[in-house]
């Protein structure tokens, strides 16, 4: 009994470090963020508390849309990291010639400081310079310069075009790792067995990527959820909103406007938000790969 | 030799960062450092010097000098001080001042008559709130029309004339779309600050306002609204897609010889492109018009609160903006002349490109006073995006707009 218990300290002491470094760098912020959402905190010196008035304000204002535009811009730039990226590693993990330049030409989208990128990019949509509208315009597609950013529909999915590409890097090299670290011997098996290239992809490939593909899919649902600065540089959220999404709308509140309780309550929501999606998202995951195996 | 544990370590590391602290705030207990939060890439030119004379004429007293980019500088002294920590003084936008003061992160400047007087009219109502002053104009500008000779020439209209009035800017700017093909007029509508401030040129320039020194909105008046519907006329004859379209896009535009009239500031005299024949005229006036009109911009040097040196503050920042001392700082920077000193004449007689950017001062208005400027700022770029993308009329638009900036005043 003595032994179990010195042991069951000797656990919490090797935990402590880790505990300590959890409660101070997350714990702490997240709490005093908690705190903060229920009061009027601003440029004021005082503060009072307001009870749930941020959070009803919240769901007075327009905030709904906000949330159904964040969760589209979201699934559609994490789906199509995911699609591309898996695609890419695929492809970069092919016994080609050149195989090595193709994987450092990969890079430069995640090398590129992104305000960089983003700038550029913001010019690659001008109507007047831009390559994309003389491009579009040279193929008779269009007759006339083209301002990809300038209206909402069109600015909402240029948001998205950019933030893949910056993301689909970082997906490609987690996945081709991963593609990497799949037994040779199970393909030779199956190629014995006359398996044939899409079988094995279905059968081998898929299943075995499946929880890398898990993992990236999570981080990358948490990066392009609070992806800020793509959307920013390019429209600030414009026009008339119609690229706003909750990181947007929680920056313009408690940065923009200094009105930090409420901004606060924004934060708590996109917490809220994120937690409550990857619960069910790796639920989703553990219940195809145990389908898997 | 046996290594030091990192308990011994992270000691003596404590005992030798408080050993290096006593005597430096021993030596400097009685001085006071200035902190004064500059925005830019560098110092401005003329300030080293001048500090070096406040040092040398206020012994005991330093200046620290943080220069931080444009983007941050004024967020980080806002944020300093609404942390606790303030700088004795920063140059701020005079926009936010109201909403500094009612917060009571800065304190009023005691601005005597004679000095409120010697600066052009209405300087001084962008830095006052609640009938005092809360910071020292330090940089200003106005607006004028740029307008292309060349493609006016092509469009078969007179280089010499420009537009004067806004159905005369419409015409020529259709003329020149037509005749040549480029845009007319360059329009701002993007979701940045150039879009309210571009909607306040053509308010300014029709005799309207936005807010009343009693803080009511005034914004919904038929001044306005012909304003909007001005702004709104100039669409087709404007480049494509203006909601994407800010003041540095048009810049390229005109350097590029795709645009025939530019709404800017003196600091475009300097930057377009040699070959290109250009001339500048002041903004074109409305039907409700009094006079030529323009938006004045300035900003502040403000000095904040609790630092303990706030007299000292105000003193250093009187100093920078004195008649002289602010005169060879807008000279360096090509600035527009916030006092009417006698160097004004020798600069417009030199370059009578500045003439327009003065002549409008006299019939100018403010950047409202908001105690949520961003807030005033959206409320204002949704309305002109609203009436550009044709998702509004100019009535509905500034009857929205109004009732929204009651939540902002």
Known sequence: MTGTRSAITFAWLLLLPALIYILT?????????????????????????????????????????????????????????????????????????????????????????????????????????????????????????????????????STIVTDVWIGVPMVTMYLLAAVQSIPKDLYEAAWTDGAGRFYRFRRITLPMLLPAIAT???????????????????????????????????????????????????AVMICLFLSVFCYFYFRLINKVSRQGA | MKALSPSVLAGASAVAILA???????????????????????????????????????????????????????????????????????????????????????????????????????????????????????????????????????????????????????????????????????????????????????????????????????????EAIEALAALGRMVPVSEPGATAYESAELRALFNDEQLAFLQSGPWERVRFNEGIDWGVAPLPTGPSATGPGTLLITDSLAVFNGTGYEDLAIEFARFLTNPENQFAYESVHGLTPLRPVPGVDELVAEDPTWKPFIDGIPNGGPEPLFVDYRGFQDVMIDMVQSVVLGEATAEDAIATAAADLEEYK
């Open chain 1, 216 to 266: 990236m899919s999570t981080l990358s649902l948490i990066f392009t959820f609070n992806s800020f600065d793509i959307i920013w540089i390019l429209t600030g959220g414009g026009p008339r909103g119609q690229t706003t999404t909750m990181i947007i709308d929680t920056y313009k509140t408690a940065i923009g406007s200094y009105k930090y309780g409420a901004g606060a309550a924004r």
């Open chain 2, 20 to 222: 290096a602290g006593l005597p430096i705030g021993s030596a400097f207990a009685q001085d006071t450092v200035i902190r004064f939060i500059q925005c830019g890439d560098e110092i401005a030119e003329t300030y080293p010097e001048l500090i070096e004379q406040f040092e040398a004429d206020h012994p005991g007293v330093s200046v620290e000098v943080e220069v931080v980019g444009w983007g941050e500088c004024q967020d980080k002294a806002t944020t300093l001080a609404a942390a606790g920590d303030p700088v004795g003084l920063a140059y701020m936008g005079s926009r936010t001042l109201k909403q500094l003061a009612l917060n009571g992160l800065i304190v009023p400047i005691p601005m005597t008559e004679e000095e409120k007087a010697s600066y052009y009219p209405h300087i001084v109502d962008t830095v006052t709130f609640d009938g005092q002053q809360w910071g020292f104009p330090t940089a200003f500008s106005t607006k004028a029309l740029y307008y292309n000779k060349g493609l006016m020439e092509a469009a078969g209209l007179d280089p010499e004339t420009p537009p004067t009035t806004w159905d005369e800017l419409y015409e020529m700017s259709a003329a020149v779309a037509e005749e040549t093909g480029v845009s007319g007029y360059g329009l701002i509508a993007k979701s940045f600050d150039s879009t309210a401030h571009h909607f306040l040129n053509w308010l300014y320039t029709n005799n309207g306002s936005v807010i009343d020194e009693d803080g009511n909105i005034t914004l919904d008046s038929p």
């Open chain 1, 25 to 157: 760098i997350v714990g702490y912020p997240l709490i005093d963020t908690i705190n903060l959402s229920f009061t009027d905190a601003s440029l004021r010196p005082t503060v009072n508390f307001v009870g749930w008035e941020n959070y009803q304000d919240i769901f007075n204002a327009e905030f709904g849309g906000i949330i159904v535009r964040t969760i589209v811009w979201t699934t559609f730039s994490v789906g199509l990291k995911i699609l591309i990226g898996t695609c890419g590693a695929l492809l970069l993990n092919a016994a080609i010639p050149g195989r090595t330049l193709f994987r450092i030409l990969t890079m430069p989208p995640w090398i590129i400081p992104i305000p960089i990128g983003v700038f550029a990019w913001g010019w690659l949509y001008n109507g007047q310079f831009g390559m994309i509208s003389a491009m579009l315009e040279g193929l008779g597609l269009t007759s006339g310069p083209t301002e990809f950013l300038a209206y909402g529909n069109t600015a909402f999915w």
